[in-house]
Nanobody, 127 residues
Framework: QVQLVESGGGLVQAGGSLRLSCAASGRTFSSYAMGWFRQAPGKEREFVAAIGPSSSSTYFPDSVKGRFTISRDNAKNTVYLQMSRLKPEDTAVYYC????????????????????WGQGTQVTVSS
């Protein structure tokens, strides 16, 4: 069973930056892709970033491409989401989840392969 704990959320002005962290335990972290998702009130959960086990593959939807980056430190069992040029529409609860044991971008972008959601961290971007 995997345990995921997100941190780093907060209140930031539009145009600002935040870095989220997700610490994992309970599974061989380095063997699995990791993903970041977000959910705003009244909206469906949205995929915002994914990274393969070796960091050779990443995925970003168009809504965040060029503004968000994802990285991981397998020695620390931690995945990071660096968010820049934040917009009010980025306001949401951000979650991490563990994904497939695959390094292909075609595979790591499949949301149905993610599970083990953490409790989330709130990101609020003021205009």
């Amino acid at each position: 069973q995997v345990q995921l704990v997100e941190s780093g959320g907060g209140l930031v002005q539009a145009g600002g930056s935040l870095r989220l962290s997700c610490a994992a335990s309970g599974r061989t972290f380095s063997s699995y892709a990791m993903g970041w998702f977000r959910q705003a009130p009244g909206k469906e959960r949205e995929f915002v970033a994914a990274i393969g086990p070796s960091s050779s593959s990443t995925y970003f939807p168009d809504s965040v491409k060029g503004r968000f980056t994802i990285s991981r430190d397998n020695a620390k069992n931690t995945v990071y989401l660096q968010m820049s040029r934040l917009k009010p529409e980025d306001t949401a609860v951000y979650y991490c989840a563990i994904g497939p044991a695959a390094d292909s971008m075609v595979v790591i972008k499949l949301i149905q392969l993610y599970s083990g959601w953490g409790q989330g961290t709130q990101v609020t971007v003021s205009s």
